[in-house]
Nanobody, 116 residues
Framework: VQLQASGGGLVQAGGSLRLSCAAS????????MSWYRQAPGKQREMVAI?????????ADSVKGRFTISRDDAGSKNTVYLQMTSLKPEDTAVYYC?????????WGQGTQVTVSS
């Protein structure tokens, strides 16, 4: 599975960004697609996950502000993270993750910086 993430950038507090991550290659059997983030000096944390059965979970810190969605059309599975009402504490490198047959695959990371 190959993952290509995009959509990060610099935004002012209160603004919005949309992250995308396209999974290609052997995508059959994907159990879940998710977004993680890692801020400087902090551990990587899960932000949102969408499973094969369409169940979704969010970190408490982003509930009501972030929305994860998925597009399974064609030969790629794409996962999106719509981020609204961004806060400076959302600043981090965001990574997409795919879990397939209990194995994790990671994208290259995209920087999100929220200025106050």
């Amino acid at each position: 599975v190959q993952l290509q993430a995009s959509g990060g950038g610099l935004v002012q507090a209160g603004g919005s960004l949309r992250l995308s991550c396209a999974a290609s290659g052997s995508i059959f059997g994907i159990n879940a697609m998710s977004w993680y983030r890692q801020a400087p000096g902090k551990q990587r944390e899960m932000v949102a996950i969408i499973r094969r059965d369409d169940s979704i979970n969010y970190a408490d810190s982003v509930k009501g502000r972030f929305t994860i969605s998925r597009d399974d059309a064609g030969s790629k599975n794409t996962v999106y993270l719509q981020m609204t009402s961004l806060k400076p504490e959302d600043t981090a490198v965001y990574y997409c993750n795919v879990n397939k047959y209990s194995r994790d695959y990671w994208g290259q990371g995209t920087q999100v910086t929220v200025s106050s």
